[in-house]
């Protein structure tokens, strides 16, 4: 197990870039919305931040990722999220995991080192409660290595949502920073919104 100087588990970074992207209509992990693919852009946001840093995809988009970034391909199939979160514990289950999807385009460096400076490595997750229906944010989330057996015995009752996961277990709960940030994006018409905000952002002095 690697640890921290506090004694802690170490943390490593996963971008979940393995959705099908239906209601967008193109795939998340691609779209520029910083100049660079939304999957690598994440992922050095993550690096400035975490010890390692992978990028979760489905099995067929492997060689697909830039080698310069580390592919982290799924066994736990056809899961969604879940299957992207079990496969990393599977590599690491002594470590610790901050998972932070594709769909969220505004997330910065800032609302990651909140995350993390308010992590409670005694609960099985640290996690933003969602700026929309005040429901933990399952995808931008910190999963403690104690998380891996409490998400195992969720999949073994047929739940596979991370949120659902999240809701009824003892988690760390934060009132996000910038709640703008954790803009989830998922169809055309949100991508627009989205765009907009960050042009505004770019156009600040």
Known sequence: ????????????????????????????????????????????????????????????????IDPAYKALPDTFLNMGPLGGILSAFRLHRDEAWLVVACDLPLVNETTIRYLMGNRNANKIATAYKSPVDGLPEPLITIWEPAGYPVLLNFLSKGITCPRKVLIQSSIQLLEPLQPEALMNVNTPEEAVKAKALINKGNNQP
Not at 19 to 33: A, E, P, Q, V
Request: charged share 30%; proline share 2%; glycine share 8%.
């Open 1 to 64: 197990m690697i640890l921290n100087e506090h004694n802690i588990p170490a943390i490593n970074g996963l971008v979940l870039a393995g959705g099908k992207s239906r209601r967008m209509g193109t795939d998340k992990d691609l779209i520029k919305w910083h100049n660079k693919e939304q999957r690598y852009y994440t992922a050095d946001l993550l690096g400035n931040c975490c010890e390692d840093v992978f990028i979760s995809c489905r099995q067929d988009q492997e060689n697909e």
